[in-house]
């Protein structure tokens, strides 16, 4: 896409209120935009299709949760401690950047007027790592190459700026400090407990969220890119971390090619993401599990669904050092865009392993337990685990009559008596009886001891004597014997899979990846699936004496009547000005009445990509438009159904 | 309802994961609730059948705006000066008061308990103004009746508390004041210019919003109904000042019957609301205008649409003192809960005049403006305006040439010469021109007063001479003349109609007035609609090992193209029991495969209210449901066209 191109569509957007700095009036807030009628429709649609795709189709359970989070639950998620970028300020202006970017800049600017191929490289080694920098190691890098703000001014340290907007719930001073959500999981996890009840105790099961996040950005910028209050779709995927290759649906999405950049391929200079199989992602270890695997297939298929173009889609793995706080691994989804001449993250897909449950978990944990049993999760064992142990029991009335007060002690030495010292006391003691003739009867043991000769009673006692807190018992005071624990429940805290959804970037990506000129390099479109699309027709006249009032409002009535939105256009310009401007926000379809309309009942349907136009029923031509927005027909096997007609002359 | 009644609701609603205080398993958090999936899917399901009552129906646009919004904002609206409620503490022990709130409470109490009929009297008297009180009428109150804190203690005096939670935006000194939005009103305000220009210009239109918003209740109460973050949905309609009563569709909703109360109502002591029909309203000017009145209409449709009970449903006008700062009139949708044993105001329905866009207008304006522009609506007249004038004007050479330094006065003075002298200027002029026998061609009047008799010339001198700044005027220094300025046309800013819903207040009823107990007095139902039903199906296999897995998915994949949302219950329950648990969450309608779906492709389809099944093929079923989710048919009628089959004996 040609700088003017993204020039153009950035004027489209604006123009054609598909979105626009909030509060704009009033020179506007940074990082703050307001969808307006048509981005506001595209978000709804994409937001229907991603429940369609994930909720939906994966049985799913979707919830609403407060955004309002009060401070201890951040707390134990790590937030509050973790969830920063470090930011630095011109000395002189004051004015504020976010250290990684600033430097990324720089450098970049560097390298690109360096004459020293020595110095490039140079240059170029410490770009790389900037974006996994700490303060210290920031701060050397601006003081190594002599950084100054843009203004020409220095710049102070870098330091942490926790990106959480915070407030104060509740009145007066019974108020708590809280958060803006900056992610909609917590909400997902601290429901945890009932969500499980609500899926009857059975894992895996996912639960998701669509709705508004915060982050107070240092350095807002590329409009819906990188946001202050932005829509995220979050699936939260609950398993037993022993089962993450347990995947039977993984079938359906094994065989697909993905442009994969794994970490090691980072590592290695002007390496690049590799196609390969899901399959093959897995086998050679590239992707940790099957879950994970399984939803990266599934976000590959959702972003081309939506119209994300394959060819400017990869999926590139975080390195060590960019994972956030809580990832064992993570997978973004990239698209890439042209106009910013880079791949931008649009989705993560991260493994979160236990983190979020263990902490709050731990945190809400009753007195005296290490965990809050609700995040714990017990699964029958398919066969119960059978444990062997020796114990040597006291004959608790002998016991306690002999020793009296120590007898408590003994008790308990007897329990935390040594697993391999028992093994070698039933062996003695075996050996022992094996002098009585075997075991004697219950109640017999006195009798059949003093029976022995002298000897061996003196052998008998000397192998069954044992030293128990520090006092002599004998074979009449304890029994020893093998005993089988079995086990039929294995207690795990679950594994968490999450997919995070940018909706705002998700559809900065499609605007770009739907955006084309016509021939005449003049005429905007935006190539929106219809079920995309803001609105899926619009509703033409060629006059209004032609068609009266009355046929009019009863085709609007059947559109609403079959849900397909649609707008009119009663405007006195051209028809051709009146398809370019539904074309330029993507409505897929117009539908145009006139005379015969009333005499016959049939219309025209234009359809905006070939701009070719088919004649038919009103009836029909719902019908079809219905079944193309629903994916079960398309313009291609329609049209070949129908007459075609010819535009009028100024309509093309 | 009876007491216990509400309690199983209550019970079932957190039973069921409805909703749940937000972060339960961390003690909650006051006046925040997440929705589970059943509450989440009929929140979504009524903001959807709202959009397609109200967005599409009405063509409106929908837009979604920033919950952040800057302190400046929020200052030109008035809410950070009167977005306030009075709050009382407990002097001993801190504990925080909604003012009004505990004084009616106390007062209800003494009113109960007093023995004496004039105590009594008194009291009630106080009890229905203390709604209205402001800070020192409320200390007046407490001090006459000595109110006490609950806890005993003595009260503070009542202070005003602003209910918006603040925030800082952006980072370190950059940082600019902001609050989180107390209604969703202001982001579509401040886009007014956009949306004027993409609905082309034109008036009347309407933007819709649904979103959070937030208030810092001081006592958050009864779930849902009064909460710190809750759902709206909420309409702008703009309008000409003029046109208030020339609204076509109020024809579509004039005839209703509807339960008025009205602010001259609610003063007579012990009345009640009327029911009249909207044409009636407005004849008699009870309701001030048509605009006003179609959207009661409007939403009285919708309530009974989605399964309020009309007979609890009436309008109430504000009174004049509890009006919001910017209201002309408001009506409140308010329905009746018997399980408050009171009315609930569920939709504002305000005309908010110009207040929001004078202000922002005021605010924006350009230097030297008194307003933005942007703000204002220029209409095409249908006829323009004509307005004739008499107007004197000085022949410059002459007065510049005579008069030099005092010409400019003599200008000045012409130009604010009175309308009603310079109608008698021109009088005495024609007179004049009599006497020379009409008017004289230019440059001849000179001569033509010199031919006048001496005693005409003095009269002629006498009726022509005006004296202006001091000076003295003649005919030859001056022209009079009628001229007449036409106006095509007529600017104002709009004023604003206000449908404002309560989405949780609004689902609270609808649980309520959808609850009832089987003839058992134990199985609870939910009589939801099948398009606000959290799930439309459930579907059951009578045993999976006579319906094997593909048959059973292939319903699944069918019901799924149909976009039916459903849910299975494979658990080893009986089949009553699978039925109830999905009555008490509403679901309308389960579909059973048993061992001749395999063999011949029927089911049987259950519907929830009246238990009873019929058998069908599987096709057909989904197609029914889908017809009668979308009300083209009724369980009746899909019934009476196929057999009717006896449930299994554990079935009901």
Known sequence: MAKDTRATLENLELQRFFFCP??????????????????????????????????????????RCSMLTPYKVLESSGHTAKFSDFMVSDTVDKMLYRADQLLELVLQKRIDESKSEEEKEKLHHDLKLVSDMNGEQLDACIEKWGIKSPNGNPLSKAVPFNLMFNTMIGPGERAIPGFLRPETAQGIFVNFPRLLDFNRGKLPFAAAQQGVAYRNEIAPRNQLVRCREFMMAEIEHFCDPLELDNVPKFETVKDLKISLFSSAQQAIDGAEAVEMTLEEAVNNKVICHKTLAYFVGRTYLFMVHIGIDPKRLRFRQHRDNEKAHYARDCWDAEIYLESMRSWLECTGIADRQAFDLTRHGQVTAKKGEQYNTQFVVNVTLPEPIVTVKVQIQPIKSVVGRLFKADAKAINTALEEYPEAEAEEVLKRFTEAEALLGGKPAKGKEKAAIDALSEADRAKFNELTTIEVAGKKLDYTMVTVAKTETKTNTRSFIPTVIEPSFGVGRIITALLEHSFYLRPDGQRRVLRLKPFIAPYSVVLLRISAKLVPENVHNDVRKELRRHRIVHICDDSSITIGRKYARTDEIGIPFAITLDGDTVTDGTVTLRERDTTNQIRLPIKDAIREVKHMINEEETWESVSARYPSVQPPADAE
């Open 22 to 63: 909030s509060f704009e009036i009033y020179g506007g807030t940074a990082g703050l935009y307001d969808l307006g009628p048509s981005g506001a429709a595209i978000e709804r649609n994409l937001l229907n299709k991603w429940r369609d795709h994930f909720v939906i189709e994966e049985d799913m359970v979707e919830v």
